[in-house]
T-cell receptor
Framework: AQTVTQSQPEMSVQEAETVTLSCTYD???????LFWYKQPPSRQMILVIR??????QNATENRFSVNFQKAAKSFSLKISDSQLGDTAMYFCAFTPPNYGGSQGNLIFGKGTKLSVKP | DTAVSQTPKYLVTQMGNDKSIKCEQNLGHDTMYWYKQDSKKFLKIMFS???????INETVPNRFSPKSPDKAHLNLHINSLELGDSAVYFC???????????FGPGTRLTVL
């Protein structure tokens, strides 16, 4: 079975500091996509960052970057210069290859609740 | 303009009723999805439509049925609502299969 594990149910960080959220996944496939989504209290699901498994270079989006370790099946999210608006649930998600009954299926982890403190 | 919209945002109803949640996307995407988020915040795929064809149907009860009148809309119909159906339902869309999915604001369904 293909699964996504986020081992940190809750984390907190001081404003302006850096925090890393962990994510591991389990798959026997070689070609897939990984995502981090953010869900603030407003409930909206917002894409933070996306990584293609065939790319060795880690994706970055402004203050957000990932550490993608394909062999270890690890996909952590680093948030630099944390801001109060980063307070949210963060979900790691994985899309398996495009065949069978799994086309487009986003498999989510259980989420990490991040609190940024002033 | 909202890219993916859902109506209503809140829905409170009695057990046994039939209800629908509407979803519309104005992104020109070919694929649309429905996800269910339970009380523990866990998100799980329910359905997806690609070019108006159902391509995923996870083991959801057949009381749930997606209906797509056109490529921009994917509505979710739920018959004989049960207490366990209470959840937040998200619609999403993507350009194609495995492309980035963009989510609607969610519909919080409460079954009394």
């Amino acid at each position: 079975a293909q699964t996504v594990t986020q081992s940190q149910p809750e984390m907190s960080v001081q404003e302006a500091e850096t925090v890393t959220l962990s994510c591991t996944y389990d798959t026997s496939e070689n070609n897939y996509y990984l995502f981090w989504y953010k869900q603030p209290p407003s409930r909206q699901m917002i894409l933070v960052i996306r990584q293609e498994a065939y790319k060795q270079q880690n994706a970055t989006e402004n203050r957000f970057s990932v550490n993608f370790q394909k062999a270890a099946k690890s996909f952590s999210l680093k948030i630099s210069d944390s801001q109060l608006g980063d307070t949210a649930m963060y979900f790691c998600a994985f899309t398996p290859p495009n065949y069978g009954g799994s086309q487009g299926n986003l498999i989510f982890g259980k989420g990490t609740k991040l609190s940024v403190k002033p | 303009d909202t890219a993916v919209s859902q109506t209503p945002k809140y829905l409170v109803t009695q057990m046994g009723n039939d209800k629908s949640i509407k979803c519309e996307q104005n992104l020109g995407h070919d694929t649309m999805y429905w996800y269910k988020q339970d009380s523990k915040k866990f998100l799980k795929i329910m359905f997806s439509y690609n070019n108006k064809e159902l391509i995923i149907n996870e083991t959801v009860p057949n009381r749930f049925s997606p209906k797509s009148p056109d490529k921009a809309h994917l509505n979710l119909h739920i018959n004989s609502l049960e207490l366990g159906d209470s959840a937040v339902y998200f619609c999403a869309s993507s350009l194609g299969l495995r492309d980035t999915q963009y989510f609607g604001p969610g519909t919080r369904l409460t079954v009394l």
